[in-house]
T-cell receptor, first 115, second 113 residues
Framework: DTGVSQDPRHKITKRGQNVTFRCDPI?????LYWYRQTLGQGPEFLTY????????KSRLLSDRFSAERPKGSFSTLEIQRTEQGDSAMYLC?????????????FGPGTRLLVL | KQEVTQIPAALSVPEGENLVLNCSFT??????LQWFRQDPGKGLTSLLLIQSSQREQTSGRLNASLDKSSGRSTLYIAASQPGDSATYLCAVRRSGANSKLTFGKGITLSVRP
Protein backbone atom coordinates (compact mmCIF):
# COMPACT_ATOMS: atom_id res chain seq x y z
CA ASP A 1 0.00 0.00 0.00
CA THR A 2 1.85 3.04 -1.29
CA GLY A 3 -0.93 5.54 -0.76
CA VAL A 4 -2.69 7.78 -3.26
CA SER A 5 -0.31 9.43 -5.71
CA GLN A 6 -0.87 12.41 -7.98
CA ASP A 7 1.12 13.72 -10.90
CA PRO A 8 2.29 16.37 -11.47
CA ARG A 9 2.60 17.96 -8.04
CA HIS A 10 2.80 21.45 -9.51
CA LYS A 11 1.69 22.89 -12.84
CA ILE A 12 2.05 26.41 -14.17
CA THR A 13 0.24 27.18 -17.39
CA LYS A 14 -0.93 30.12 -19.43
CA ARG A 15 -4.57 31.03 -19.72
CA GLY A 16 -6.23 29.17 -22.56
CA GLN A 17 -3.99 26.11 -22.41
CA ASN A 18 -5.22 22.60 -21.63
CA VAL A 19 -3.87 20.66 -18.66
CA THR A 20 -4.26 17.06 -17.52
CA PHE A 21 -3.70 15.65 -14.06
CA ARG A 22 -3.34 12.01 -13.07
CA CYS A 23 -4.35 10.21 -9.88
CA ASP A 24 -3.34 6.70 -8.90
CA PRO A 25 -5.51 5.44 -6.03
CA ILE A 26 -4.60 2.87 -3.43
CA UNK A 27 -4.67 -0.47 -5.20
CA UNK A 28 -7.96 -2.34 -4.91
CA UNK A 29 -9.82 0.85 -3.93
CA UNK A 30 -12.91 0.96 -6.07
CA UNK A 31 -14.02 4.54 -5.36
CA LEU A 32 -12.06 7.57 -6.53
CA TYR A 33 -12.90 11.22 -5.84
CA TRP A 34 -11.71 14.57 -7.16
CA TYR A 35 -11.88 17.70 -5.02
CA ARG A 36 -10.70 21.28 -5.60
CA GLN A 37 -9.31 23.50 -2.86
CA THR A 38 -8.69 27.23 -3.19
CA LEU A 39 -6.63 29.28 -0.75
CA GLY A 40 -8.23 29.56 2.67
CA GLN A 41 -11.10 27.23 1.80
CA GLY A 42 -11.88 23.62 2.48
CA PRO A 43 -11.86 21.14 -0.40
CA GLU A 44 -14.97 21.13 -2.62
CA PHE A 45 -16.28 18.00 -4.27
CA LEU A 46 -15.96 17.80 -8.06
CA THR A 47 -16.76 14.23 -9.09
CA TYR A 48 -16.40 10.59 -8.13
CA UNK A 49 -16.12 7.18 -9.73
CA UNK A 50 -17.02 3.71 -8.62
CA UNK A 51 -14.77 1.46 -10.65
CA UNK A 52 -14.92 3.00 -14.14
CA UNK A 53 -18.38 4.56 -13.77
CA UNK A 54 -18.62 8.29 -13.07
CA UNK A 55 -21.51 8.45 -10.62
CA UNK A 56 -21.81 12.15 -9.83
CA LYS A 57 -20.50 15.48 -11.06
CA SER A 58 -20.71 18.72 -9.12
CA ARG A 59 -22.04 21.91 -10.67
CA LEU A 60 -18.49 23.19 -10.16
CA LEU A 61 -17.41 20.85 -12.96
CA SER A 62 -18.10 23.04 -15.98
CA ASP A 63 -18.01 21.71 -19.53
CA ARG A 64 -14.32 22.64 -19.68
CA PHE A 65 -13.59 19.90 -17.14
CA SER A 66 -13.62 16.21 -17.90
CA ALA A 67 -12.62 13.25 -15.77
CA GLU A 68 -12.08 9.65 -16.73
CA ARG A 69 -11.23 6.37 -15.08
CA PRO A 70 -11.11 4.08 -18.10
CA LYS A 71 -10.00 0.82 -16.48
CA GLY A 72 -11.24 1.42 -12.98
CA SER A 73 -7.72 2.08 -11.71
CA PHE A 74 -6.02 5.46 -12.31
CA SER A 75 -8.01 8.57 -13.18
CA THR A 76 -7.30 11.71 -15.19
CA LEU A 77 -8.78 15.17 -14.81
CA GLU A 78 -8.49 17.44 -17.82
CA ILE A 79 -9.17 21.17 -17.88
CA GLN A 80 -9.57 22.74 -21.29
CA ARG A 81 -9.04 26.42 -22.06
CA THR A 82 -7.82 27.15 -18.54
CA GLU A 83 -8.87 30.37 -16.81
CA GLN A 84 -7.21 32.20 -13.94
CA GLY A 85 -10.09 31.12 -11.71
CA ASP A 86 -9.03 27.50 -12.20
CA SER A 87 -5.92 28.15 -10.08
CA ALA A 88 -6.28 25.83 -7.08
CA MET A 89 -5.08 22.62 -5.48
CA TYR A 90 -6.70 19.58 -7.08
CA LEU A 91 -6.99 16.71 -4.63
CA CYS A 92 -7.70 13.08 -5.36
CA UNK A 93 -8.96 10.58 -2.79
CA UNK A 94 -9.83 6.90 -2.84
CA UNK A 95 -11.78 4.50 -0.68
CA UNK A 96 -12.89 0.90 -0.60
CA UNK A 97 -16.53 -0.04 -0.72
CA UNK A 98 -17.19 -3.36 0.85
CA UNK A 99 -20.30 -3.57 2.91
CA UNK A 100 -19.49 -0.27 4.56
CA UNK A 101 -17.34 2.58 3.28
CA UNK A 102 -15.02 4.15 5.76
CA UNK A 103 -12.19 6.59 5.34
CA UNK A 104 -11.30 8.45 2.18
CA UNK A 105 -7.52 8.57 1.71
CA PHE A 106 -6.18 11.70 0.07
CA GLY A 107 -3.22 12.20 -2.21
CA PRO A 108 -0.73 15.09 -1.97
CA GLY A 109 -2.58 17.16 -4.55
CA THR A 110 -1.67 18.94 -7.77
CA ARG A 111 -1.25 22.68 -7.40
CA LEU A 112 -2.30 24.54 -10.56
CA LEU A 113 -1.39 28.13 -11.30
CA VAL A 114 -2.93 29.74 -14.37
CA LEU A 115 -1.15 32.91 -15.47
CA LYS B 1 -27.64 21.90 1.40
CA GLN B 2 -25.14 20.81 4.02
CA GLU B 3 -22.96 23.59 5.43
CA VAL B 4 -20.00 22.99 7.71
CA THR B 5 -18.63 25.79 9.87
CA GLN B 6 -15.39 25.94 11.80
CA ILE B 7 -14.77 28.88 14.08
CA PRO B 8 -12.36 30.51 14.74
CA ALA B 9 -10.39 30.44 11.50
CA ALA B 10 -7.09 30.60 13.37
CA LEU B 11 -5.87 29.80 16.85
CA SER B 12 -2.53 30.34 18.60
CA VAL B 13 -1.73 28.59 21.88
CA PRO B 14 1.37 27.98 24.01
CA GLU B 15 2.92 24.54 24.02
CA GLY B 16 1.41 22.14 26.55
CA GLU B 17 -2.08 23.59 26.48
CA ASN B 18 -5.11 21.37 26.04
CA LEU B 19 -7.38 22.71 23.33
CA VAL B 20 -10.72 22.13 21.65
CA LEU B 21 -11.51 22.72 18.00
CA ASN B 22 -15.16 23.11 17.09
CA CYS B 23 -17.13 22.07 14.03
CA SER B 24 -20.83 22.58 13.34
CA PHE B 25 -23.01 21.28 10.50
CA THR B 26 -26.52 22.20 9.42
CA UNK B 27 -27.97 18.85 8.30
CA UNK B 28 -27.96 16.16 10.98
CA UNK B 29 -28.63 13.37 8.46
CA UNK B 30 -24.98 12.39 8.28
CA UNK B 31 -23.34 9.02 7.73
CA UNK B 32 -20.05 9.92 9.38
CA LEU B 33 -17.77 12.80 10.28
CA GLN B 34 -14.01 12.97 9.76
CA TRP B 35 -11.31 15.22 11.10
CA PHE B 36 -8.32 15.82 8.84
CA ARG B 37 -4.99 17.53 9.26
CA GLN B 38 -3.41 19.53 6.44
CA ASP B 39 0.14 20.86 6.51
CA PRO B 40 0.91 23.89 4.29
CA GLY B 41 0.88 22.99 0.61
CA LYS B 42 0.18 19.35 1.35
CA GLY B 43 -2.68 16.89 1.04
CA LEU B 44 -5.01 15.78 3.82
CA THR B 45 -4.26 13.23 6.51
CA SER B 46 -7.23 11.55 8.17
CA LEU B 47 -7.06 11.81 11.96
CA LEU B 48 -10.32 10.39 13.23
CA LEU B 49 -13.58 9.14 11.75
CA ILE B 50 -16.78 8.94 13.78
CA GLN B 51 -19.73 6.97 12.49
CA SER B 52 -23.15 8.57 13.01
CA SER B 53 -24.00 5.91 15.62
CA GLN B 54 -20.89 6.71 17.67
CA ARG B 55 -20.32 9.45 20.24
CA GLU B 56 -16.53 9.67 20.19
CA GLN B 57 -13.26 8.29 18.88
CA THR B 58 -9.78 8.49 20.37
CA SER B 59 -6.32 8.21 18.91
CA GLY B 60 -3.35 9.04 21.08
CA ARG B 61 -3.64 12.65 22.26
CA LEU B 62 -6.66 13.26 20.04
CA ASN B 63 -10.29 12.76 20.97
CA ALA B 64 -13.20 13.60 18.69
CA SER B 65 -16.80 13.76 19.82
CA LEU B 66 -20.02 13.89 17.85
CA ASP B 67 -23.44 15.21 18.83
CA LYS B 68 -25.47 14.56 15.73
CA SER B 69 -28.73 15.98 17.04
CA SER B 70 -27.20 19.38 17.75
CA GLY B 71 -24.98 19.30 14.65
CA ARG B 72 -21.70 19.61 16.50
CA SER B 73 -18.34 17.90 16.74
CA THR B 74 -15.24 18.75 18.73
CA LEU B 75 -11.64 17.72 18.34
CA TYR B 76 -9.77 17.72 21.62
CA ILE B 77 -5.97 17.87 21.52
CA ALA B 78 -4.20 17.11 24.78
CA ALA B 79 -0.83 18.56 25.74
CA SER B 80 -0.33 20.41 22.45
CA GLN B 81 3.11 20.40 20.80
CA PRO B 82 4.66 22.65 18.13
CA GLY B 83 4.41 19.69 15.74
CA ASP B 84 0.62 19.93 16.03
CA SER B 85 0.73 23.23 14.12
CA ALA B 86 -1.35 22.71 10.98
CA THR B 87 -4.82 23.32 9.58
CA TYR B 88 -7.52 21.04 10.96
CA LEU B 89 -10.50 20.34 8.72
CA CYS B 90 -13.81 18.81 9.62
CA ALA B 91 -15.81 16.98 6.92
CA VAL B 92 -19.19 15.29 6.95
CA ARG B 93 -20.59 12.63 4.70
CA ARG B 94 -24.34 12.64 4.41
CA SER B 95 -26.52 9.56 4.61
CA GLY B 96 -27.44 7.87 1.35
CA ALA B 97 -25.61 6.54 -1.68
CA ASN B 98 -23.50 9.61 -2.45
CA SER B 99 -20.34 9.49 -0.39
CA LYS B 100 -18.90 12.92 -1.13
CA LEU B 101 -17.50 14.86 1.78
CA THR B 102 -18.55 18.41 2.65
CA PHE B 103 -15.72 20.29 4.33
CA GLY B 104 -15.44 23.26 6.62
CA LYS B 105 -12.85 25.93 5.88
CA GLY B 106 -10.55 24.63 8.57
CA ILE B 107 -8.90 26.02 11.68
CA THR B 108 -5.24 26.98 11.39
CA LEU B 109 -3.53 26.07 14.65
CA SER B 110 -0.21 27.46 15.75
CA VAL B 111 1.42 25.99 18.87
CA ARG B 112 4.12 28.30 20.23
CA PRO B 113 7.20 26.73 21.88
Amino acid sequence: DTGVSQDPRHKITKRGQNVTFRCDPISEHNRLYWYRQTLGQGPEFLTYFQNEAQLEKSRLLSDRFSAERPKGSFSTLEIQRTEQGDSAMYLCASSLIEKDEKTQYFGPGTRLLVL
Amino acid sequence: KQEVTQIPAALSVPEGENLVLNCSFTDSAIYNLQWFRQDPGKGLTSLLLIQSSQREQTSGRLNASLDKSSGRSTLYIAASQPGDSATYLCAVRRSGANSKLTFGKGITLSVRP
